[in-house]
């Protein structure tokens, strides 16, 4: 009794800020990105925009298996600790199906990259979303990532340490605190990604063609409710 008592608490508690770290400090060096496009495995798709996804990252979950210079900025501590990173803002289609890689994707400039990285701290994959979700979006970079880092900043998020504590959380459990922090946001707007182990990786939110939140489609995916859900500290 007082364990579900407790879990009620930590699911009633006020969003906090915890979206990204007061200490971040892109390098005074911006490396330069590969230039990426389709390919047999992911072929360019032109089609209408139904809806939108904006993915969020789970950062301690993803430092504790990343390897590899690609990640550095991100995991090694020294241009900041991050919580939630914004992994993209995806357009998606009116069924399973999404649009990508509709435009041939210059590189992304880097003043627009240094802007984006304290939200996304990975050079390659802010060139990755921008040529394959942008793209479908608009014919500027900054005009993506305007909209994406204008709508992970809104964002807000529950006590992350406590439920990081919990010994008997749940996904559907999670979602309810986590929309309970973000008004007009319900459970059922989101889905939670997990890795091996059941560790929190990403969060997905459910937009309409407004980009408001709306019901999750069935297809979309993701952990069910009722599966335990951990959480790597931040």
Same mark, same amino acid.
């Given at each position: 009794?007082?364990?579900?008592?407790?879990?009620?608490?930590?699911?009633?508690?006020?969003?906090?800020?915890?979206?990204?770290?007061?200490?971040?400090?892109?390098?005074?060096?911006?490396?330069?990105?590969?230039?990426?496009?389709?390919?047999?495995?992911?072929?360019?798709?032109?089609?209408?925009?139904?809806?939108?996804?904006?993915?969020?990252?789970?950062?301690?979950?993803?430092?504790?298996?990343?390897?590899?210079?690609?990640?550095?900025?991100?995991?090694?501590?020294?241009?900041?600790?991050?919580?939630?990173?914004?992994?993209?803002?995806? @357009?998606?289609?009116?069924?399973?199906?999404?649009?990508?890689?509709?435009?041939?994707?210059?590189?992304?400039?880097?003043?627009?990259?240094?802007?984006?990285?304290?939200?996304?701290?990975?050079?390659?994959?802010?060139?990755?979303?921008?040529?394959?979700?942008?793209?479908?979006?608009?014919?500027?970079?900054?005009?993506?990532?305007?909209?994406?880092?204008?709508?992970?900043?809104?964002? %807000?998020?529950?006590?992350?340490?406590?439920?990081?504590?919990?010994?008997?959380?749940?996904?559907?459990?999670?979602?309810?605190?986590?929309?309970?922090?973000?008004?007009?946001?319900?459970?059922?707007?989101?889905?939670?990604?997990?890795?091996?182990?059941?560790?929190?990786?990403?969060?997905?939110?459910?937009?309409? %063609?407004?980009?408001?939140?709306?019901?999750? @489609?069935?297809?979309?995916?993701?952990?069910?409710?009722?599966?335990?859900?951990?959480?790597?500290?931040?």
């Amino acid at each position: 009794m007082l364990k579900g008592l407790a879990l009620v608490a930590l699911i009633a508690m006020p969003g906090t800020a915890l979206a990204q770290s007061a200490q971040c400090s892109p390098p005074a060096q911006i490396a330069r990105p590969d230039l990426e496009g389709p390919t047999a495995k992911e072929p360019r798709r032109i089609l209408p925009i139904g809806s939108y996804t904006l993915a969020l990252s789970w950062s301690p979950q993803y430092c504790s298996t990343a390897r590899g210079k690609g990640s550095a900025l991100q995991c090694d501590g020294r241009h900041g600790r991050f919580g939630f990173t914004l992994h993209g803002l995806w @357009p998606d289609g009116f069924g399973k199906e999404w649009p990508q890689y509709c435009r041939a994707a210059n590189l992304v400039p880097r003043q627009v990259i240094r802007q984006n990285l304290c939200a996304t701290p990975s050079v390659q994959l802010i060139q990755h979303e921008w040529a394959k979700h942008g793209t479908c979006m608009t014919t500027k970079p900054e005009r993506y990532f305007n909209r994406s880092r204008a709508l992970y900043q809104s964002i %807000r998020y529950p006590d992350m340490g406590a439920l990081a504590r919990s010994k008997s959380l749940t996904v559907g459990q999670f979602a309810q605190a986590f929309a309970r922090a973000n008004r007009g946001l319900k459970p059922d707007m989101l889905r939670v990604t997990t890795a091996r182990g059941n560790w929190l990786s990403e969060v997905w939110l459910c937009m309409d %063609r407004a980009m408001e939140f709306t019901r999750c @489609p069935a297809h979309q995916g993701g952990a069910p409710v009722k599966s335990p859900l951990r959480i790597a500290p931040l």
